[in-house]
Nanobody, 118 residues
């Protein structure tokens, strides 16, 4: 069983930046691909970004390309999401997740709130 805990969320003005962190425990972190998702009230959960176990391959949703960057530090069992030029529509609860197989996310964090004011 893998435990994931997000941190680094909060309130920021439009155009500002935040860096989210997700610390993993209870598993072999280097064997998992990692992803970030988000969900706003009344909306479905959407994909944000993902990174392979090696950190070489990354994917981003179209709306996040050029603004968000995903990275990982296997020595610290941590994955990051750097968010720049934030917009009010980025306001959501952000979740990190771990996958042993491509696109099969079996473990999820509790989520952390990100609020972007206009």
């Amino acid at each position: 069983q893998v435990q994931l805990v997000e941190s680094g969320g909060g309130l920021v003005q439009a155009g500002g930046s935040l860096r989210l962190s997700c610390a993993a425990s209870g598993g072999t972190f280097s064997r998992y691909a990692m992803g970030w998702f988000r969900q706003a009230p009344g909306k479905e959960r959407e994909f944000v970004a993902s990174i392979s176990w090696s950190g070489i391959t990354t994917y981003y949703a179209d709306s996040m390309k050029g603004r968000f960057t995903i990275a990982r530090d296997n020595a610290k069992n941590t994955v990051y999401l750097q968010m720049n030029r934030l917009k009010p529509e980025d306001t959501a609860v952000y979740y990190c997740a771990a996958a042993r197989l491509v696109a099969k996310y079996n473990y999820w964090g509790q989520g952390i709130q990100v609020t972007v004011s206009a």
